[in-house]
C-alpha cells in the first residue's frame, strides 16, 4: 500500500502562483554555469563546443549577444569567461574600448596589451603572424590554402579601411588591392618566402604603379590606373597620417601572451581620438587576432571576444564584410567567438534594405548559434524576433518585466527552445567588473567630477 503524501496547505497570499506540471527543458550541465533559469529554477550552464560537438544544440560554437547599453551583456561575458577558465579554456579580448576587461585580466596575473597614447606597442593590420613560421613545414597546396584565406581577409579589412575614409571600394579596387597583396607577399616567387608587409607598402605600389601591375589588371595606361585606383589610394594615404597614424601601419610589436588566462588588447587610451579612430582600431585588431588565433598550434579551445561590435559596424557594410569573412574563414571548430552588439538593426542598417549588406549581416547572426537576448526596447525587440523566428512566447519574455532585471536575457540556439537565464555574478566579479564605478560618488564624498 502506498504512504500517504504529504498536504501542504498555504493561503494564495504566500503561493502567488503553483504550476505542479512546469517541466524544463534542461541544457546539459557541461560548462560554464551562468546562473539560473529563471523558469524552472534550475542551474544554466553554456559549453558552446560541447553542444556542437555533442549535444547538437548548435551547428557553430559562436555566441552573439544583443541588448540595449547596462544590461549586462559584457558582465555575462566575464562570467563566461572566467567560469571557462575552469575547464582550461582561455580568453582574447579583441579590443577593449573602455578598458573594462583590464582589471580582470590584471587580477589572473596578465598584462593587457595597451595601445594609444603613450605607449609603444603596435600592431600590423597586415601582420603574417605565425604563418611565417610555419610556412617551409606545409605542402604546396597547404600554402596555397593558408595564404589565400589571409589574402581574403586582408583584402575585406583594407576596404573597410577606405570605407571608414569615405570611399566605397568598387570591385576592380578590390582585384588591384589583392594583385598588390600577392604581389607584395611574394606569393608570385614560387611560394620561397613570405615578405612582410604594412599599408604604407600596399598605397606606395598602388600610388606608383608599375607598367607590370596596371598590364596584369589590364588598364590601358598607366594614368588610366591611378585615375581609377585615387580614391582608393587617397582612403589609404588618409589612413596612415590620420588619428591612428603608426599605430597599425608599422610592424607590430607586441606579442599575444598565449599561455595568459586572458589577455585583453586595451583601447581605453584612444577613444579621444574619436569614434572612427576606435571602430578602425578595432577592425585592424579583429583581423590581427583572429589570424594568430587561427593559427596558433596548441589544439586548445579559445574564445574570442569582440565586444562593443557594433562601433565597428558605424563603419559601414565593408565592415560587416570584414567580421564575415573572419567568422567564416575562421575553420577552428575550437574557437569560440562572442561578438557583443546593442540590436539587429545595428547589422542591418549598414546597408539598403535588401542589399547585399543586409544579407552579409543575417549571414553574420546565422554564424552565431547561440544569441543571448537581453531586454530590449519593443521595436527592436520586434526585429530580433522576426530575425530569429521568436515563437510568441519567447518575444514576450523578451520584452516582458520578466526580462527587466540586470543580467537576465533569453539564451536561444537554433535547435532548442529559449531559456531565460539570470547571469549570477559572484561578490568578487561584481567588483571586478563594475562598469558603473565612474558613476558613483567617490569615497571622500565627491562626485565623479570634483
Ligand atoms: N547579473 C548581474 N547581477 C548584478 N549586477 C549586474 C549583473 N550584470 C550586470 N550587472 C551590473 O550592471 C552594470 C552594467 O553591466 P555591463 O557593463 O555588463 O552592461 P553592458 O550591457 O555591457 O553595457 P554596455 O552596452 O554599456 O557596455 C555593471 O555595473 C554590473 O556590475
Ligand atoms: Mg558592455
Known amino acids: 500500500m502506498l504512504a500517504p503524501l504529504p498536504v501542504y496547505h498555504a493561503s494564495t497570499r504566500e503561493i502567488g502562483g503553483l504550476f505542479p506540471l512546469l517541466v524544463a527543458c534542461p541544457v546539459p550541465a557541461v560548462g560554464a554555469r551562468i546562473g539560473y533559469d529563471v523558469q524552472s529554477g534550475g542551474a544554466f550552464y553554456c559549453h558552446p563546443v560541447e553542444w556542437v560537438l555533442r549535444n547538437g544544440l548548435a551547428t557553430n560554437p559562436n555566441i552573439a549577444l544583443f541588448g540595449e547599453p547596462g544590461r549586462g551583456k559584457s558582465s ?78 586582408w583584402v575585406q579589412l583594407l576596404a573597410a579601411l577606405a570605407e571608414s575614409q569615405g570611399h ?21 616567387d614560387g611560394n620561397s618566402r613570405l615578405r612582410p608587409i604594412t599599408i604604407p607598402d600596399v598605397h606606395r605600389e598602388l600610388a606608383h604603379a608599375d607598367t ?20 582608393m589610394t587617397d582612403a589609404l594615404a588618409n589612413l596612415i597620417s590620420g588619428a591612428l597614424s603608426g599605430l597599425f601601419d608599422a610592424p607590430t610589436t607586441v606579442a599575444i601572451d598565449w599561455a595568459a588566462p586572458v589577455q585583453s588588447m586595451d583601447l581605453s587610451r584612444l577613444r579621444s581620438r574619436g569614434d572612427t579612430a576606435v571602430a578602425v582600431a578595432l577592425t585592424c585588431l579583429g583581423a590581427w587576432s583572429s589570424l594568430a588565433t587561427d593559427l596558433r598550434n ?96 519567447e518575444h514576450q519574455r523578451l520584452i516582458g518585466p520578466v526580462n527587466e532585471r540586470r543580467g537576465r536575457a533569453l539564451w536561444k540556439t537554433e535547435n532548442q527552445p529559449a531559456h531565460l537565464v539570470q547571469t549570477v555574478l559572484s561578490s568578487f566579479e561584481k567588483r571586478l567588473f563594475d562598469t558603473n564605478a565612474q558613476l558613483r560618488p567617490a569615497p571622500n564624498g565627491r562626485g565623479r567630477y570634483g
Not at 576592380?172 to 608570385?188: K, T, W, Y
Not at 596596371?214 to 581609377?228: E, K, M, Q
Not at 540590436?343 to 552579409?360: E, F, P, R, Y
Open 168 to 188: 566605397a571600394p568598387t570591385v576592380s579596387d578590390e582585384a588591384a588591392i589583392a594583385a598588390v597583396l600577392h604581389r607584395l607577399v611574394g606569393a608570385r
Open 212 to 231: 607590370e601591375l596596371w598590364h596584369d589588371l589590364r588598364y590601358a595606361h598607366r594614368h588610366d590606373f591611378l585615375d581609377r585606383l585615387r580614391p
Open 298 to 393: 596548441d589544439g586548445e579551445i579559445r574564445i574570442v571576444v569582440r565586444d562593443e561590435l557594433w562601433r565597428q559596424l558605424r563603419l559601414g557594410p565593408r565592415s560587416v564584410a570584414a567580421i564575415d569573412a573572419e567568422l567564416r574563414l575562421s575553420r577552428l571548430e575550437q574557437i569560440i567567438q562572442i561578438l557583443v552588439l546593442h540590436k539587429l538593426s545595428d547589422l542591418l542598417s549598414v546597408g539598403a534594405k535588401g542589399s547585399q549588406a543586409t544579407a552579409i549581416a543575417r549571414d553574420l547572426i546565422a554564424l552565431c548559434s547561440t544569441r543571448v537576448l537581453f531586454r530590449q526596447s519593443t521595436r527592436a525587440a520586434d526585429e530580433l524576433a522576426e530575425a530569429l523566428a521568436l515563437t510568441g512566447p
Open 76 to 153: 555575462t561575458v566575464v562570467a563566461f569567461v572566467l567560469r571557462m577558465l575552469n575547464f582550461g579554456v582561455r580568453t582574447l579580448i579583441s579590443g577593449d574600448v573602455k578598458g573594462e576587461y583590464t582589471p580582470v585580466v590584471r587580477a589572473l596575473g596578465a598584462t593587457p596589451i595597451e595601445l594609444g597614447a603613450g605607449n609603444h606597442a603596435r600592431v600590423n593590420a597586415l601582420d603574417l603572424g605565425p604563418l611565417t613560421a610555419r610556412w617551409d613545414s606545409w605542402t604546396a597546396q597547404r600554402q596555397r590554402d593558408e595564404l589565400s584565406s589571409v589574402l581574403g581577409r
